[in-house]
């Protein structure tokens, strides 16, 4: 490895390289025993994302210079989509990516491109929505209930949609949504909702992948960055999308958000750090200057009550980030999110990138994903809850994260009540769901049955039903 003076946050790495040498090196040579701390395998990284407003940590980590503080160099490259994103992970043209949370499990087992991938840093909680274009909207509202000042109730159910959809149906009308990949925490959440309302999403099987076996609604992969304009073409009569996606279709008056994804799963697991077992084997040290990074960049984002968001969005709305109006990003960083055109709601959490253990990877997420991938198909077979926490512990990592945490606290960083030292990476059972169903991670099996639409038990698909073995 190559020594590199480590710059404080305050100077970009070009800046103080245009210092006189000797003088940068007396100027800053005090903090580079941090970084001293780690000797690390390699400090030229080039990492990647997709242009979401979830991708915040690694730019913060950058602008910030917490990335530099380790004594890293990190070059932030967006991608075309999610497929190319994970396939340059596995090649190693990049050293780690933005990832979505079922990327790196679906990846480990096998579905789609096969590869083990590792995640020791859960990037965010929450932050996507489901929108419909405005005549689905306009078909929607009658079944809406209205509070005392006329407003429509929020959380909308699935269960006025299942209605228009019956419509279209009647018309010999398909009914098309958007969501981003097939393992994306889009379809799920997508799927969940639709299904919570008595509308089937459809199967996958190992015969056919379109995951549209005996759907009430067809959902295929769109880009993020297309949805808006993919809605307005009339492609799709619905999405689901992160943000700025969601208030981009508000803002352009072609769409309105229903539900977020909070009210389907209260502070939900979003996105994830990922980066090849191999990659990881190989940079023990490295890795945990990263996942230190990203810890400080989660910090940052959530301190004092979401002070530095305002800050954030600027950020973000840079064209080599998101490169999104400010004011897009804005309505759902800030605190708020708009539904119907001026009908704008305080939602507080619907952005979290610390608070609440946001950035701990716990085993639970990973097996609900695994839950969800069941319930659809694309997990053809029935298996046991212990296939199920074996593959979560071989693919999410609280151990890496947590040594990166107490690196952080033992140096001042953080403090230790932020983490959760001493779990045993499972989340208590919770019941806040749109429909409220009980989710326990060490009983995915117990969860699966109680749902009235999905594959439970020795169910599979075969052909366009769903038979018991």
Same mark, same amino acid.
């Given at each position: 490895?190559?020594?590199?003076?480590?710059?404080?946050?305050?100077?970009?790495? $070009?800046?103080?390289? /245009?210092?006189?040498?000797? *003088?940068? !090196?007396? +100027?800053?040579? =005090? #903090?580079? %025993?941090?970084?001293?701390?780690?000797?690390?395998?390699?400090?030229?990284?080039?990492?990647?994302?997709?242009?979401?407003?979830?991708?915040?940590?690694?730019?913060?980590?950058?602008?910030?210079?917490?990335?530099?503080?380790?004594?890293?160099?990190?070059?932030?490259?967006?991608?075309?989509?999610?497929?190319?994103?994970?396939? $340059?992970?596995?090649? /190693?043209?990049?050293?780690? *990516?933005? !990832?979505? +949370?079922?990327? =790196? #499990?679906? %990846?480990?087992?096998?579905?789609?491109?096969?590869?083990?991938?590792?995640?020791?840093?859960?990037?965010?909680?929450?932050?996507?929505?489901?929108?419909?274009?405005?005549?689905?909207?306009?078909?929607?509202?009658?079944?809406?209930?209205?509070?005392?000042?006329?407003?429509?109730?929020?959380?909308?159910?699935?269960?006025?949609?299942?209605?228009?959809?019956?419509?279209?149906?009647? *018309?010999?009308?398909?009914?098309?949504?958007?969501?981003?990949?097939?393992?994306?925490?889009?379809?799920?959440?997508?799927?969940?909702?639709?299904?919570?309302?008595?509308?089937?999403?459809?199967?996958?099987?190992?015969?056919?992948?379109?995951?549209?076996?005996?759907?009430?609604?067809?959902?295929?992969?769109?880009?993020?960055?297309?949805?808006?304009?993919?809605?307005?073409?009339?492609?799709?009569?619905?999405?689901?999308?992160?943000?700025?996606?969601?208030?981009?279709?508000?803002?352009?008056?072609?769409?309105?958000?229903?539900?977020?994804?909070?009210?389907?799963?209260?502070?939900?697991?979003?996105?994830?750090?990922?980066?090849?077992?191999?990659?990881?084997?190989?940079?023990?040290?490295?890795?945990?200057?990263?996942?230190?990074?990203?810890?400080?960049?989660?910090?940052?984002?959530?301190?004092?009550?979401?002070?530095?968001?305002?800050?954030?969005?600027?950020?973000?709305?840079?064209?080599?980030?998101?490169?999104?109006?400010?004011?897009?990003?804005?309505?759902?960083?800030?605190?708020?999110?708009?539904?119907?055109?001026?009908?704008?709601?305080?939602?507080?959490?619907?952005?979290?990138?610390?608070?609440?253990?946001?950035?701990?990877?716990?085993?639970?997420?990973?097996?609900?994903?695994?839950?969800?991938?069941?319930?659809?198909?694309?997990?053809?077979?029935?298996?046991?809850?212990?296939?199920?926490?074996?593959?979560?512990?071989?693919?999410?990592?609280?151990?890496?994260?947590?040594?990166?945490?107490?690196?952080?606290?033992?140096?001042?960083?953080?403090?230790?009540?932020?983490?959760?030292?001493?779990?045993?990476?499972?989340?208590?059972?919770?019941?806040?769901?749109?429909?409220?169903?009980?989710?326990?991670?060490?009983?995915?099996?117990?969860?699966?049955?109680?749902?009235?639409?999905?594959?439970?038990?020795?169910?599979?698909?075969?052909?366009?039903?769903?038979?018991?073995?």
């Amino acid at each position: 490895m190559t020594s590199k003076t480590v710059f404080p946050m305050t100077f970009s790495r $070009r800046a103080a390289l /245009g210092l006189g040498l000797a *003088a940068a !090196m007396t +100027a800053l040579a =005090p #903090l580079a %025993a941090d970084a001293a701390a780690l000797k690390l395998e390699k400090d030229e990284l080039k990492l990647g994302f997709i242009k979401l407003t979830d991708m915040a940590p690694l730019a913060i980590a950058k602008e910030k210079g917490f990335f530099e503080d380790e004594g890293l160099y990190v070059t932030l490259e967006p991608q075309a989509n999610w497929k190319v994103l994970l396939d $340059r992970v596995i090649s /190693g043209e990049l050293d780690g *990516a933005h !990832m979505l +949370a079922g990327q =790196p #499990l679906g %990846a480990t087992i096998g579905y789609g491109t096969k590869a083990h991938v590792v995640t020791a840093f859960s990037m965010d909680l929450n932050g996507n929505g489901i929108t419909v274009s405005n005549d689905v909207w306009e078909a929607m509202k009658p079944f809406l209930a209205k509070d005392k000042d006329g407003k429509v109730v929020h959380p909308i159910k699935a269960d006025a949609l299942k209605k228009v959809i019956d419509q279209y149906r009647a *018309a010999g009308k398909p009914f098309n949504m958007g969501m981003v990949f097939p393992v994306s925490t889009h379809n799920y959440e997508l799927r969940y909702w639709l299904a919570s309302g008595g509308i089937n999403p459809g199967y996958y099987s190992p015969d056919n992948v379109s995951g549209q076996i005996g759907a009430d609604a067809l959902l295929s992969v769109t880009p993020p960055p297309q949805m808006p304009s993919t809605l307005e073409a009339g492609t799709i009569n619905g999405y689901c999308v992160g943000e700025p996606w969601n208030q981009a279709a508000v803002f352009k008056g072609i769409g309105v958000p229903v539900i977020t994804d909070y009210e389907i799963w209260k502070n939900n697991p979003e996105k994830v750090f990922g980066v090849t077992a191999d990659w990881a084997s190989k940079n023990p040290n490295t890795h945990l200057a990263v996942v230190k990074a990203l810890i400080r960049a989660g910090q940052w984002l959530d301190e004092n009550n979401n002070a530095n968001r305002a800050e954030a969005v600027k950020i973000l709305a840079k064209p080599e980030y998101v490169g999104a109006d400010a004011k897009v990003i804005a309505n759902s960083m800030t605190g708020t999110f708009e539904y119907e055109k001026g009908d704008k709601r305080d939602v507080p959490d619907f952005n979290v990138f610390f608070r609440y253990n946001a950035t701990y990877p716990y085993y639970s997420d990973a097996v609900w994903y695994l839950s969800q991938m069941r319930r659809w198909g694309q997990i053809a077979e029935a298996k046991p809850d212990a296939w199920f926490a074996d593959t979560a512990k071989s693919v999410y990592r609280p151990d890496i994260y947590l040594s990166a945490a107490k690196m952080l606290v033992d140096e001042g960083k953080a403090k230790a009540a932020d983490f959760p030292f001493g779990s045993d990476g499972y989340r208590a059972p919770t019941n806040e769901f749109i429909d409220a169903i009980t989710f326990d991670g060490k009983k995915p099996n117990d969860y699966l049955k109680n749902f009235a639409i999905g594959l439970k038990g020795a169910q599979s698909v075969v052909g366009n039903k769903v038979i018991a073995k």
